[in-house]
């Protein structure tokens, strides 16, 4: 067992629904690799969506908010990195530290498919909908994988908006 397989199989879980386990797996991975701030962010999600959870899901944003900051750190122009600090930001409830920070890792790679999805999850969970369906279209463009999306339980609301099967439908 190595951090990398279990936190593989974490995703698998979670694609899955099977949040627990999957929170259980990247816990695991974690406990290998202590200071992976992608597998803490996986944490927190896995988290969230466990009933009964959620406390330690807030506790688990903060840690990875904390270990993306150092990452962050030696990387300040690195785009993923900004846009996954700034979905975490966004998932702890801090659109005034999120918006910035995705703003700019759109603007330091407006093409990459992971940063526009992040972008997309970001302004989803800051209640900002029209925003978000163009940095999801854009994503899918890009060549984010659709499937990815429909499982995604952050953006099961988003799912429901009108908008989204066209932009589904243009992939």
């Known amino acids: 067992p190595d951090s990398a397989h279990y936190s593989n199989l974490a995703v698998v879980l979670q694609m899955e629904g099977d949040y627990a386990n999957a929170a259980e797996m990247f816990r695991r991975?974690?406990?290998?690799?202590?200071?992976?701030?992608?597998?803490?962010?996986?944490?927190?999600?896995?988290?969230?969506?466990?009933?009964?959870?959620?406390e330690e899901a807030r506790k688990a944003y903060r840690d990875a908010i904390l270990l993306a900051e150092k990452f962050r750190?030696?990387?300040?122009?690195?785009?993923?990195?900004?846009?996954?600090?700034g979905s975490y930001y966004?998932?702890?409830?801090?659109?005034?530290?999120?918006?910035p920070l995705l703003r700019q890792a759109v603007a330091l790679d407006p093409n990459?498919?992971?940063?526009?999805?992040?972008?997309?999850?970001?302004?989803?969970?800051?209640h900002r909908r029209k925003e978000a369906l163009q940095?999801?279209?854009r994503?899918?463009?890009?060549?984010?994988p659709l499937e990815y999306i429909r499982r995604e339980p952050e953006?099961?609301?988003?799912?429901?908006?009108?908008?989204?099967?066209i932009i589904a439908g243009k992939k």
């Open 135 to 137: 940095f999801l279209e």
């Open 139 to 144: 994503a899918l463009q890009a060549g984010y």
């Open 73 to 85: 750190q030696d990387r300040p122009k690195d785009a993923l990195v900004l846009a996954r600090l």
């Open 29 to 54: 991975a974690l406990d290998l690799n202590p200071s992976n701030y992608v597998v803490a962010g996986n944490l927190a999600s896995a988290l969230r969506w466990t009933p009964g959870r959620e």
């Open 90 to 99: 966004a998932s702890a409830g801090d659109p005034v530290k999120s918006l």
């Open 155 to 165: 953006l099961a609301d988003l799912r429901t908006d009108p908008h989204f099967p």
């Open 112 to 126: 990459d498919a992971q940063v526009l999805y992040k972008a997309a999850e970001g302004y989803e969970l800051m």
